[in-house]
């Protein structure tokens, strides 16, 4: 069983390294995808000086410019495939995602398709965010459910376990949304394909280190982005 996490950077210097070495110290054997988008904080650099001791484990795409979350996962998904991981994870750099919830991600996909670790299976657990963005996020997520139908709590989360089946399924070029937008749609392409998706409920902690990425130009893609999803036909490749 190959397993790989993808983390899309942009100006993580903070937060690079010691991620890496977090998820390299796991008791389960995770390898490392970071896909970096031209970050002039020297984010790359730090990985490339990390590969000398981590060998095969720990891979590195680097992108010219800042191209969106949307395509650095695509990027990702497609390494994947290539590389025969059977699992392949999404999650963030900053910590805000725990790494020690991978195994818990990893475990329920051993009867579900998708895993997603969820801030609002269980209430809702978000820890240092201001109200204005929680309010957004939590009916942001409503918002998806009910113009979906989609049966997920958190359909915008960022960490998520899919098995290759899945990936192999979705077109993924066809996939239209770059921005948060990306994770709405990655989701309703696998439920509308016939696949299962479960929610381990986790703790969400607003990063420590570095900026975010949100804008408002993100989020109004993904609000208009999902009217038009249950218009659309998800064709498998298949």
Avoid at 14 to 28: F, K, Y
Avoid at 29 to 37: C, K, P, Q, S
Avoid at 60 to 81: H, N, P
Wanted: net charge neutral.
């Amino acid at each position: 069983m190959k397993r790989l996490i993808i983390i899309p950077t942009y100006n993580e210097r903070e937060n690079i390294v010691r991620m890496i070495h977090t998820v390299m110290a796991l008791e389960q054997a995770f390898d490392l995808l970071i896909v970096d988008d031209g970050s002039p904080d020297g984010t790359a650099a730090l990985v490339k000086g990390e590969q000398e001791s981590y060998g095969s484990r720990l891979h590195l795409i680097e992108r010219s410019g800042k191209l969106g979350l949307g395509t650095a996962y695509i990027a990702g998904f497609k390494f994947a495939l290539e590389h025969g991981y059977d699992r392949i994870f999404e999650m963030d750099c900053d910590f805000s995602h725990n790494p020690q919830d991978l195994a818990r991600l990893d475990a329920m996909l051993e009867d579900r398709d998708v895993a997603i670790g969820s801030r609002y299976s269980k209430g809702v657990n978000v820890v240092n965010w201001p109200m204005g963005r929680l309010l957004m996020s939590y009916f942001a997520s409503k918002y998806v459910r009910i113009v979906t139908r989609m049966p997920v709590c958190d359909a915008t989360a960022g960490f998520v376990g899919y098995r290759r089946e899945v990936l192999e399924r979705i077109d993924l070029d066809a996939i239209a949304m770059n921005g948060y937008g990306f994770q709405i749609e990655m989701k309703y392409s696998a439920w509308r394909l016939g696949f299962t998706i479960g929610e381990v409920s986790i703790i969400f902690i607003d990063r420590e280190e570095g900026t975010s990425k949100m804008s408002s130009g993100i989020f109004g893609e993904a609000f208009f982005g999902v009217l038009k999803l249950p218009l659309r036909k998800i064709k498998s490749k298949e």
